[in-house]
C-alpha cells in the first residue's frame, strides 16, 4: 500500500509530504547548438567528443535513423551520411547550464543540481504562491526556460527525488514533456516502470532481480523489508521506501565537491611533437582549472593522460603538497608527468587533464612553511583570468610557455583578435 499525505521519519516524527520535480533539459548538448544556429531544427544533428571520437548526444531525428550512442564518428558518417555531426563545445554547455539553473532558482530557493542538464527542485508550497496547480506550474518553468534560454526541457513531479525521476523519464514520450505523478498515481507509476529503468537499478542489478521475480518497479516494493535489506542493503531498503511516496533523501542546495574533473580531446593530426602535446595540455590544464575555481574547491591529486594513435592510454598520476587550482602549480607536476609518459617513437592522438582530491578553497590548511604571499598572488591572478573570460569570452586570455628547461617557463598572452 502507498503512504498518504505523511510519512513517519526515524525520529517518529510526522513529516509533511513534499513535492518534488526533476527537470530535465532534453537532448541537451543537441539544443544548446541549435540555440546557436536555429537552421539545425528539425535535422538529424549528432554531438561529437571530436573529430575522430565518437556520438556523445543525438536528436530525435538522429535516434530515429538509428544511430546509437558511443558510435564512432568515421562510422556514424559512414553509415547515416545525412545527419548533422558537430564536435562538442563544453564551455558554451556549461554557460547555458549555469543560465538554466539560475531560472529554477527564481522559481524555488531549494535547488540540486544533479548535472549538467539536470536539477531537481523542491515545489513544495510554490502552487499556493503562484497560484496554479502543479501540473500548471510545471508549464509556467518550462515555457520560462524555453523563452529565457532555447533550450526544452521534460519535468517530472512526486513526492520523492526517485519517483520525480521515473516520471521524467515518463514525460519525454508526453506531448507537453510534462508527468506528475501524485498519491494516486504512483502504483500506476510503479507497474509501469520495468525494473531497470528504475534510478539506481540500472543493468547491472536488473538480472539479479529478475531472477527472483522482480520484474516491474512495482514488483520491487511488494517484497519485505527483511528480504530487501538482506540481498541490497539499506541503500536498498532506503530505495523501496523511496519508490512507496516516503521522502528519504531530500533535496538540497549543499553542492557536493566532484570527484574528478578532467578535460581532453582529440588532436586536430596525428603527433609525437612534444611541443606540440604540452600546448594541447596545457590548453586542458586551464579547462580544467577554471572548472575547478567554478566549483570553489582545489585539488590534491594530478594526472596525465595520453592516447596513442592505436588507442592505447598510458596515465599516470601524482599527488600535490598542497591543495591547487592555478595553471602554472598544476602545470609543473603535470609537465613532469607527460614527460614521464612520452615516447618520440610512438605517435599520439590525444593529451588529457585529470584532477582528483578535492577540498573547498576556504577550508584550505596553510603549512607553517608555505610561501603564503606567492600563493595569494597566484590565487589573485587566476582570479583576474577568469574575471577577464567572464567579461570578453572564453580564452581571451591564454597561456603558454618556452621549452628551454626542465620546469618550463610559462607566459600570459591576451587574444587581442577576439
Same mark, same amino acid.
Given at each position: 500500500m502507498i503512504n498518504g499525505d505523511y510519512y513517519w521519519s526515524k525520529r517518529g516524527q510526522v513529516l509533511e509530504q513534499k513535492y518534488i520535480a526533476l527537470i530535465d533539459c532534453d537532448c541537451f548538448f543537441v539544443s544548446c547548438e541549435r540555440t546557436l544556429n536555429p537552421d539545425l531544427n528539425g535535422k538529424a544533428v549528432c554531438v561529437t567528443s571530436g573529430e575522430r571520437g565518437c556520438v556523445i548526444a543525438r536528436s530525435k531525428e538522429a535516434k530515429e535513423m538509428g544511430i546509437p550512442m558511443g558510435h564512432p564518428l568515421f562510422m556514424a558518417k559512414r553509415d547515416y551520411p545525412n545527419c548533422i555531426y558537430i564536435c562538442a563545445n563544453h564551455a558554451n554547455y556549461g554557460e547555458i547550464s549555469y543560465r538554466v539553473m539560475s531560472i529554477l532558482r527564481e522559481f524555488s530557493p531549494t535547488v540540486e543540481v544533479y548535472s549538467i542538464d539536470e536539477a531537481f527542485v523542491d515545489l513544495t508550497g510554490l502552487a499556493k504562491l503562484y497560484k496554479k496547480n502543479y501540473y500548471n506550474l510545471a508549464q509556467y518553468i518550462r515555457e520560462a526556460i524555453l523563452d529565457k534560454t532555447g533550450i526544452p526541457v521534460s519535468i517530472g513531479i512526486s513526492r520523492t527525488k526517485s519517483l520525480a525521476k521515473l516520471a521524467s523519464d515518463k514525460s519525454k514520450s508526453s506531448d507537453k514533456h510534462i508527468c506528475i505523478a501524485g498519491r494516486c498515481g504512483i502504483s500506476k507509476l510503479l507497474k509501469n516502470t520495468y525494473i531497470d529503468e528504475v534510478w539506481g537499478i540500472g543493468r547491472r542489478l536488473s538480472p539479479k532481480l529478475r531472477g527472483h521475480g522482480i520484474k516491474t518497479a512495482y514488483d520491487y516494493v511488494q517484497k519485505n523489508d527483511v528480504w530487501i535489506k538482506s540481498h541490497f542493503g539499506k541503500v536498498g531498503l532506503e530505495l523501496k521506501y523511496e519508490l512507496m511516496g516516503n521522502l528519504i533523501n531530500k533535496v538540497t542546495n549543499e553542492r557536493a565537491l566532484p570527484k574528478s574533473i578532467s578535460d581532453s580531446r582529440a588532436f586536430g593530426e596525428f603527433s609525437s611533437d612534444l611541443n606540440y602535446i604540452k600546448n594541447e595540455l596545457m590548453i586542458h590544464i586551464h579547462a580544467a582549472c577554471r572548472k575547478l575555481r567554478k566549483s570553489g574547491c582545489k585539488c590534491g591529486t594530478i594526472g596525465v593522460m595520453l592516447r596513442t594513435k592505436d588507442?592505447?592510454?598510458?596515465?599516470?598520476?601524482?599527488?600535490?603538497?598542497? @591543495?591547487?587550482?592555478?595553471?602554472?602549480?598544476?602545470? !609543473?607536476?603535470?609537465? @613532469?608527468?607527460?614527460?614521464?609518459?612520452?615516447?618520440? !617513437?610512438?605517435?599520439y592522438r590525444s593529451v588529457g587533464i585529470v584532477l582528483e582530491n578535492f577540498h573547498t578553497a576556504d577550508c584550505e590548511q596553510l603549512g607553517l612553511f608555505d610561501e603564503n604571499q606567492l600563493n595569494e598572488k597566484s590565487e589573485n591572478l587566476a582570479k583576474s583570468i577568469d574575471k577577464l573570460e567572464s567579461k570578453f569570452g572564453r580564452n581571451i586570455v591564454k597561456t603558454g610557455f618556452t621549452n628551454k628547461e626542465i620546469a618550463p617557463k610559462q607566459e600570459f598572452i591576451i587574444n587581442s583578435s577576439e
Amino acid at each position: 500500500m502507498i503512504n498518504g499525505d505523511y510519512y513517519w521519519s526515524k525520529r517518529g516524527q510526522v513529516l509533511e509530504q513534499k513535492y518534488i520535480a526533476l527537470i530535465d533539459c532534453d537532448c541537451f548538448f543537441v539544443s544548446c547548438e541549435r540555440t546557436l544556429n536555429p537552421d539545425l531544427n528539425g535535422k538529424a544533428v549528432c554531438v561529437t567528443s571530436g573529430e575522430r571520437g565518437c556520438v556523445i548526444a543525438r536528436s530525435k531525428e538522429a535516434k530515429e535513423m538509428g544511430i546509437p550512442m558511443g558510435h564512432p564518428l568515421f562510422m556514424a558518417k559512414r553509415d547515416y551520411p545525412n545527419c548533422i555531426y558537430i564536435c562538442a563545445n563544453h564551455a558554451n554547455y556549461g554557460e547555458i547550464s549555469y543560465r538554466v539553473m539560475s531560472i529554477l532558482r527564481e522559481f524555488s530557493p531549494t535547488v540540486e543540481v544533479y548535472s549538467i542538464d539536470e536539477a531537481f527542485v523542491d515545489l513544495t508550497g510554490l502552487a499556493k504562491l503562484y497560484k496554479k496547480n502543479y501540473y500548471n506550474l510545471a508549464q509556467y518553468i518550462r515555457e520560462a526556460i524555453l523563452d529565457k534560454t532555447g533550450i526544452p526541457v521534460s519535468i517530472g513531479i512526486s513526492r520523492t527525488k526517485s519517483l520525480a525521476k521515473l516520471a521524467s523519464d515518463k514525460s519525454k514520450s508526453s506531448d507537453k514533456h510534462i508527468c506528475i505523478a501524485g498519491r494516486c498515481g504512483i502504483s500506476k507509476l510503479l507497474k509501469n516502470t520495468y525494473i531497470d529503468e528504475v534510478w539506481g537499478i540500472g543493468r547491472r542489478l536488473s538480472p539479479k532481480l529478475r531472477g527472483h521475480g522482480i520484474k516491474t518497479a512495482y514488483d520491487y516494493v511488494q517484497k519485505n523489508d527483511v528480504w530487501i535489506k538482506s540481498h541490497f542493503g539499506k541503500v536498498g531498503l532506503e530505495l523501496k521506501y523511496e519508490l512507496m511516496g516516503n521522502l528519504i533523501n531530500k533535496v538540497t542546495n549543499e553542492r557536493a565537491l566532484p570527484k574528478s574533473i578532467s578535460d581532453s580531446r582529440a588532436f586536430g593530426e596525428f603527433s609525437s611533437d612534444l611541443n606540440y602535446i604540452k600546448n594541447e595540455l596545457m590548453i586542458h590544464i586551464h579547462a580544467a582549472c577554471r572548472k575547478l575555481r567554478k566549483s570553489g574547491c582545489k585539488c590534491g591529486t594530478i594526472g596525465v593522460m595520453l592516447r596513442t594513435k592505436d588507442f592505447k592510454v598510458y596515465y599516470d598520476k601524482v599527488n600535490t603538497e598542497r @591543495q591547487v587550482n592555478f595553471e602554472f602549480e598544476i602545470s !609543473q607536476e603535470a609537465f @613532469q608527468l607527460l614527460e614521464h609518459l612520452y615516447n618520440p !617513437q610512438i605517435i599520439y592522438r590525444s593529451v588529457g587533464i585529470v584532477l582528483e582530491n578535492f577540498h573547498t578553497a576556504d577550508c584550505e590548511q596553510l603549512g607553517l612553511f608555505d610561501e603564503n604571499q606567492l600563493n595569494e598572488k597566484s590565487e589573485n591572478l587566476a582570479k583576474s583570468i577568469d574575471k577577464l573570460e567572464s567579461k570578453f569570452g572564453r580564452n581571451i586570455v591564454k597561456t603558454g610557455f618556452t621549452n628551454k628547461e626542465i620546469a618550463p617557463k610559462q607566459e600570459f598572452i591576451i587574444n587581442s583578435s577576439e
